[in-house]
């Protein structure tokens, strides 16, 4: 089991910048991805940014150039930069891991981001 606590969300001018950060712990030795999704009222959660233990990265195309998702394997922490924040950046961030075995994913409890035009 994993366990992932979400922290640094909250409300930002469009324009601004936030940072998120997720713990896991647990069986965390077994973690091959790690990631953020985010859900908007009304929409399917989808990937805003993803990084595998070796460090390869993949964005959504609407937050390439504008985001940076990093990890701490030491910290077995993730964490996403978010910069020239937008109003349809706005939703509630999830936390993911998949793990080596099965490809079991795990979720935080999400974290809301809100862009204020």
């Known amino acids: 089991q994993v366990q992932l606590v979400e922290s640094g969300g909250g409300l930002v001018q469009a324009g601004g910048s936030l940072r998120l950060s997720c713990a896991a712990s647990?069986?965390?030795?077994?973690?091959?991805?790690m990631g953020w999704f985010r859900q908007a009222p009304g929409q399917e959660r989808g990937l805003v940014a993803s990084?595998?233990?070796?460090?390869?990265?993949k964005y959504a195309d609407s937050v390439k150039g504008r985001f940076t998702i990093s990890r701490d394997n030491a910290k077995n922490t993730v964490y996403l930069q978010m910069n020239s924040l937008k109003s349809e950046d706005t939703a509630v961030y999830y936390c993911?891991?998949?793990?080596?075995?099965?490809?079991?994913?795990?979720w935080g409890q999400g974290t809301q981001v809100t862009v204020s035009s």
């Open positions: 993911n891991v998949v793990m080596r075995i099965w490809e079991t994913n795990y």
């Open positions: 647990g069986t965390t030795a077994g973690i091959a991805v």
């Open positions: 990084i595998g233990s070796g460090g390869t990265t």
